[in-house]
């Protein structure tokens, strides 16, 4: 189980303080999918780096299973089952896609069938790109997909995925639900989805709406999706100051 408590996060900007997290509070069950969504800037990257360990929150806590992990580095926290897949993924110069999905394993003599496995949940045949390094001559979706048959092959407790939709075809993104889907159906992996997505967001048990660093709306997605298609003005605080004038 994962608990953020009073989690916030701030900057120094101007002389003064931003505050990008401010006073976030939720619980990530064992074996849940929880979406978070909400607008542009609203903090869900930030809020998920902080839970991997990318970024260091200037308060409150994270416990994971209990342990207070909040102090602990990316390595550690990745040993305890954490892993998370990045809304722009790097590449790695001189790394081979079946190098980087033995890794993620963990498994030294991961076998081309599981590394055909991983690739096919994401949409690509691992004949044209076993062989392939995860450097430039990749495209976006591609990497982007590779990225997400890493974190498949670490099939970690844990697992957080930030916007896998982008840049991905209609076609393998189709492919990619169904494998959140079936993961989730399966048990076991606890998921945390961040996404702009219907499709994906009517997957989860629970979806956290975040905007301007808070958790401003939580529920199932038949609760939250209405309200967030007519939500319009939630983003722009002159907006929604003219039409609370009117
Ligand atoms: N180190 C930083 N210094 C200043 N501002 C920052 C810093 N890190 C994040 N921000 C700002 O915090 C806000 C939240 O960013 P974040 O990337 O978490 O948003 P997001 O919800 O993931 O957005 P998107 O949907 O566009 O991916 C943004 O306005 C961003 O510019
Ligand atoms: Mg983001």
């Known amino acids: 189980m994962l608990e953020l408590?009073?989690?916030?996060?701030?900057?120094?900007?101007?002389?003064?303080e931003l505050g990008i997290l401010n006073d976030?509070?939720?619980?990530?069950?064992?074996?849940?999918?929880?979406?978070?969504?909400?607008?542009?800037?609203?903090?869900?990257?930030?809020?998920?780096?902080?839970?991997?360990g990318l970024v260091r929150p200037t308060g409150g806590r994270i416990f994971w299973n209990g342990q207070d992990i909040t102090s602990m580095g990316i390595t550690e926290r990745a040993r305890l089952g954490i892993s998370y897949g990045f809304q722009q993924p790097p590449r790695f110069k001189g790394l081979t896609v079946r190098d980087l999905l033995t890794l993620a394993s963990g498994n030294e003599t991961l076998s081309k069938d599981r590394c055909c496995q991983y690739l096919t949940r994401v949409g690509l045949c691992a004949n044209d790109y076993l062989d392939r390094e995860v450097d430039a001559s990749l495209?976006?979706?591609?990497?982007?997909?590779?990225?997400?048959?890493?974190?498949?092959?670490?099939?970690?407790?844990?697992?957080?995925?930030?916007?896998?939709?982008?840049?991905?075809?209609?076609?393998?993104?189709?492919?990619?639900?169904?494998?959140?889907?079936?993961?989730?159906?399966?048990?076991g992996a606890t998921m945390i989805i961040i996404s702009h997505q219907e499709r994906i967001i009517s997957l989860a048990d629970e979806v956290i709406v975040v905007g301007e660093g808070r958790v401003r709306h939580r529920g199932t997605p038949e609760e939250i999706l209405p309200r967030i298609l007519t939500d319009t003005l939630g983003v722009c605080p002159v907006l929604r100051k003219e039409a609370m004038a009117k």
């Open 139 to 187: 495209s976006g979706g591609e990497v982007k997909r590779i990225e997400i048959a890493s974190i498949l092959a670490r099939n970690a407790a844990l697992m957080i995925f930030d916007e896998p939709e982008a840049g991905i075809d209609l076609w393998s993104f189709a492919r990619l639900t169904e494998t959140f889907e079936q993961l989730h159906a399966a048990g």
């Open 24 to 52: 976030i509070s939720l619980t990530v069950g064992d074996g849940r999918l929880v979406v978070f969504t909400g607008p542009n800037g609203g903090g869900k990257t930030t809020l998920a780096k902080s839970i991997m």
């Open 5 to 16: 408590k009073h989690l916030s996060y701030a900057v120094q900007e101007d002389g003064g």
